[in-house]
């Protein structure tokens, strides 16, 4: 039979595809607050030592996993490794159903502020708008926020209606090039600003004296989340590509995007909050609302060419997340078109509508719908959304990051990893023996010690 299955037209545009998945509100917004709230530097340091030691090595365990099995996560984890790792790629589509399902609903604020900051570069910025009280409003607006959802499911479903080539590939290459640029002119204007020395020194001189333990394993939770890593979404992009196409090169190219721009947007937002006085102080309040809160109005009062740069960076962040959802629905449509035999263009809508359905829910609660946004299952993490987000980000990319190395480490014969890996045309920064040491040792125990934190000391990576 004809292979009916889609592939990357090249190499070049599937590592723009999945330095898209990578690149999202993880680097935008979760890593900032994040790098804020550890005191920078050490942890910074921490998290780039998980990046090399456990990221990289899991990038290149999905991704060979989902090569050799050409095949969505459920249907490779059979092939490559054994029928009962049927379940971990289960797992891993409703991991990716779930983290769709709330992701969307701060991908639709970026909209908002997208819309807003366009408002008022064109008509002037209201001095007496209180940004808290903006984004309480928005927030807890049922209407507004169910509707922006929408708008950005209906994005998600049309890229991934039109397949991998056509679709994802294609505006990945769109995108990912206004991205860059948006985020280099950024980095141009912050350079200018008074603050930008202090916000270098805050994110790459390390004080360990200032880092707790906890830090520690937040920063190798972090490292999953934004590599798209412990939930298939690489296995699946994997699974497009032909064996000519490298996995080493690649993965080591995502994985230095993906860095590289976390590290940009964290020194492009301190370099603004360090060059207002007053500003750390309330920042630290409310680390969280750093992105719509504290920025907005910053745009106009303190940013050279922040008129411009304003809408433009908020642009960014609907580009960066958009860019993500796709991979997001990939995994959930993939699954269902490779397992159940049902056709891209129906198995698309099915699952962006009923991952919608669980979108509103997430979507009303922020204050819109009093039950859905004050239930606890959680300790301190009210409401369905963060209900959620910890959910995902505390249980299931873990776990199923743990499970992908004991696929690829223990499970999968030396010899077939090896056929994946090293029959390349091999970097001189790689070594198949190096790899199968971390991917066997290394990363496991990182991750198990992950687990374990989360399960008896209650440490919180959301
Ligand atoms: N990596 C994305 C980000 O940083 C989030 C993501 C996780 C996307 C898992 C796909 C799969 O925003």
């Known amino acids: 039979m004809e292979d009916q299955r889609g592939h990357w037209s090249s190499s070049f545009g599937f590592v723009l595809a999945a330095t898209g998945s990578a690149v999202g509100l993880g680097n935008l917004w979760k890593f900032p607050f994040v790098t804020w709230e550890n005191s920078g530097g050490a942890f910074v340091l921490i998290y780039l030592v998980c990046i090399a030691a456990v990221g990289l090595p899991i990038m290149m365990a999905e991704l060979l996993i989902g090569r050799k099995a050409q095949k969505s996560p459920v249907g490779a984890l059979k092939a490559a490794v054994g029928p ?4 971990v790629g289960g797992w891993g589509v409703l991991c990716g159903f779930i983290l769709l399902s709330y992701y969307t609903v701060i991908a639709g604020w970026s909209l908002f502020y997208f819309s807003k900051t366009l408002g008022w570069t064109a008509g002037g910025f209201p001095t007496d708008l209180q940004m808290g009280d903006l984004f309480g409003e928005q927030v807890s607006n049922g209407g507004l926020q169910v509707g922006l959802s929408l708008l950005f499911s209906i994005a998600t479903v049309s890229i ?10 294609r505006i990945a290459k769109i995108f990912l090039p ?3 640029s948006i985020l280099l002119l950024m980095l141009i204007s912050a350079a200018r600003m008074e603050g930008f020395g ?3 020194a805050f994110i790459f001189i390390p ?3 200032e880092l707790e333990p906890a830090g520690i394993l937040e920063a190798l939770g972090h490292a999953f989340f934004t590599l798209s890593l412990g939930m298939g979404a690489m296995i699946t992009y994997g699974s497009y590509l032909e064996r000519r196409q490298s996995i080493v090169k690649s993965a080591g190219i995502i994985v230095l995007l993906d860095t590289i721009i976390g590290l940009v947007a964290a020194t492009i937002m301190f370099a603004v909050i360090f060059s207002v006085a007053g500003m750390e102080e309330q920042v630290s309040g409310s680390t969280v609302g750093m992105l719509f809160i504290s ?3 910053l745009f106009y009062t303190e940013v050279p060419f922040g008129t411009i740069l304003g809408p433009l960076f908020y642009l960014l962040i609907a580009l960066a997340a958009l860019t993500s959802t796709i991979s997001l629905l990939e995994v959930v449509a993939s699954y269902v078109i490779d397992e159940h035999g049902v056709g891209r263009h129906k198995a698309t809508v099915l699952c962006g509508a009923t991952i919608f359905i669980f979108t509103i829910l997430s979507a009303l609660s922020f204050g819109a719908v009093d039950g859905l946004s004050t239930f606890e299952i959680f300790q301190g993490k009210p409401g369905w959304f963060s209900t959620a987000d910890h959910f995902v980000s505390n249980w299931m990319l873990p776990t199923g990051g743990f499970a992908i190395t004991m696929a690829a480490g223990w499970f999968m014969t030396r010899e077939s990893t090896m056929a994946e890996l090293a ?3 091999e970097p001189a920064w790689f070594s198949y023996e190096v790899w199968r040491f971390f991917i066997r040792f290394v990363a496991p125990a990182a991750v198990a010690s992950i687990i374990i934190a ?6 919180d990576f959301s």
């Open 178 to 180: 206004i991205l860059f």
């Open 454 to 459: 989360v399960m008896f000391f209650g440490t």
């Open 84 to 87: 009962a790792w049927g379940i």
């Open 295 to 297: 920025l907005p109005q």
């Open 207 to 209: 004080h360990f004296g």
């Open 160 to 169: 991934v209606y039109f397949g991998v080539q056509k679709g994802i590939e």
């Open 423 to 425: 029959g390349e045309s």
């Open 198 to 200: 202090e916000s270098l």
